[in-house]
């Protein structure tokens, strides 16, 4: 869990569980998450012996963190604590999980009128990952295991969508390397070899993307008894011609 500092560093979080709870925060950002929820999330197994404090001495610390890495005027004080619980202020812009989700929002309003602008957009959003999502602190808590896990299905969708825009504005050589990788990575995504079997043939490259369709057949019928989707059988159809659902 990391965080930028004044110039663009990233500093880590230290501890376990001060990272846990500023990803929890992070994630209600702006809104109070109950002190019985955190304490939940950080200490599954119950509070440590005389742990009454332990969640206040945590957040008393994650405050001093915040200071020594962003400065007083824009670290600790931002927690804030209630009657309830505590709360994070952030803006949008300084999470990359929200400026993520809004530039991939802002590309699907525009990708039919403006594929090339849609594409830059998804392309800065996609820049922003370095990892897999809340990688040191996903398996400490059921919800951010949960969270981790929607924020990966939405990049899997954003890079999707990133390789659809592509082949419409015709960059059908610059997708097939990562179409590749993506097919091997995602093997059970029909939505990849898709775009993988149209971009081979729209590059002339026919005979692979014949291969790549009967291989992705053989093993779904070998592993789950089905056929590849209409879609998929479509763009085979598409690229193709003719009868290719042989093995």
Same mark, same amino acid.
């Given at each position: %869990?990391?965080?930028?500092?004044?110039?663009?560093?990233?500093?880590?979080?230290? #501890?376990?569980? +001060?990272?846990t709870l500023l990803?929890?925060? !992070?994630?209600?950002?702006?809104?109070?998450?109950?002190?019985?929820?955190?304490?939940?999330? !950080?200490?599954?197994? #119950?509070l440590p012996q005389r742990g009454a404090n332990a969640l206040q001495a945590h957040v008393a610390r994650l405050r001093r963190d915040l200071d020594r890495i962003l400065g007083p005027e824009r670290g600790g004080r931002r927690i804030t604590t209630s009657r309830l619980g505590y709360s994070l202020d952030l803006e949008p812009e300084e999470l990359d999980l929200l400026v993520f989700e809004s530039l991939r929002g802002k590309s699907r309003e525009i990708a039919d009128s403006d594929p090339a602008t849609a594409s830059d957009m998804l392309r800065r959003g996609l820049d922003l990952w370095r990892g897999p999502a809340l990688a040191d602190v996903r398996e400490r808590s059921?919800? !951010?295991?949960?969270?981790?896990?929607?924020?990966?299905?939405?990049?899997? !969708?954003? %890079?999707?969508?990133?390789?659809?825009l592509n082949i419409r504005l015709g960059n059908h050589e610059e997708v097939i390397g990562r179409l590749k990788a993506l097919t091997t990575r995602y093997p059970h995504r029909e939505r990849l070899f898709e775009q993988l079997i149209l971009a081979l043939g729209r590059t #002339?490259?026919?005979?692979?993307?014949?291969?790549?369709?009967?291989?992705? +057949?053989?093993e779904m019928v070998a592993e789950f008894g089905?056929?590849?989707s209409s879609a998929l059988n479509r763009t085979v159809q598409e690229v193709l011609g003719g009868d290719h659902g042989g093995s």
């Amino acid at each position: %869990m990391c965080v930028c500092d004044s110039a663009g560093e990233q500093a880590e979080i230290s #501890g376990d569980i +001060r990272r846990t709870l500023l990803a929890l925060l !992070l994630l209600n950002a702006g809104k109070v998450v109950p002190r019985e929820q955190l304490e939940e999330e !950080l200490w599954p197994e #119950g509070l440590p012996q005389r742990g009454a404090n332990a969640l206040q001495a945590h957040v008393a610390r994650l405050r001093r963190d915040l200071d020594r890495i962003l400065g007083p005027e824009r670290g600790g004080r931002r927690i804030t604590t209630s009657r309830l619980g505590y709360s994070l202020d952030l803006e949008p812009e300084e999470l990359d999980l929200l400026v993520f989700e809004s530039l991939r929002g802002k590309s699907r309003e525009i990708a039919d009128s403006d594929p090339a602008t849609a594409s830059d957009m998804l392309r800065r959003g996609l820049d922003l990952w370095r990892g897999p999502a809340l990688a040191d602190v996903r398996e400490r808590s059921p919800r !951010l295991y949960a969270a981790a896990v929607q924020a990966e299905e939405y990049h899997t !969708l954003a %890079m999707e969508d990133f390789i659809a825009l592509n082949i419409r504005l015709g960059n059908h050589e610059e997708v097939i390397g990562r179409l590749k990788a993506l097919t091997t990575r995602y093997p059970h995504r029909e939505r990849l070899f898709e775009q993988l079997i149209l971009a081979l043939g729209r590059t #002339g490259r026919r005979v692979e993307a014949a291969d790549v369709f009967r291989r992705i +057949r053989k093993e779904m019928v070998a592993e789950f008894g089905i056929e590849p989707s209409s879609a998929l059988n479509r763009t085979v159809q598409e690229v193709l011609g003719g009868d290719h659902g042989g093995s």
